[in-house]
């Protein structure tokens, strides 16, 4: 898949105008912590240099919980824009020390693949209410949902959406699951499998911060002629 193809992907849904980040050229510091960032601050969860209010604010179906590897680099991972773009139903969780025991009741479903994952039209939409994500590298990822006493014993759904996928070759970090781009494909699907209406771009925004970088990367690219790095990401979502 190409860069151009991707950017027809992208430019396809219904993603709100970024013009409020092309405005920030420059770090600022964290009002919370301090530290000097740029867009949002990574730790403490919050938009730096504009107010939430300019920004998307989705409401998701159900609770997104996602795990994150503490030893994972925060600046690599998506997971924060879910937490940005859909505070409210949101919760980023520290691996290994701050997984919550959830209960094996079937109200909590983890999004990975595997043998006994099920897709969304095999499921009861009034048989859950919380949806598990895991967000580290692909070897981190494996090794926290078959290690951890919890995450290990959830059951699973997968999504198996036909439509080309461009997230699978490009990422905006090579070794990173584009963790929002799973969650983003999982709601996208919560929508069509359940709702009665048909699916208008309700989810897009998720996707609202990486379309941000993904343009501004291959703007640089294109400025300096460096090539985007593609690489395979391993089949978080099967098809
Ligand atoms: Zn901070």
Redesign the pocket.
Known sequence: MSAADTNDVLGRLAISSTAILDRIDTRLP?P??K?S?MYF?Y??H?VVGYDPSEIPCLSLPVQLDIIKHSREKDGKSTAIHAKLLAPAHTTIHAYPEHVPDYPVDGRTLLLFPGEDARSLTDIDAASFDRLVVVDGTWNQAKAMVRYSPVLSRLPRVMIRTEQTLFWRFQNLASDHLATIEAIYYFYREYHKAYATSSYAGEYDNLLYYFKFFYNRIQNEYRRTGKPFTRRYQGDYIKY
Do not use: Q, T
């Open positions: 964290c919370s912590c530290k960032v601050c730790y403490c919050r």
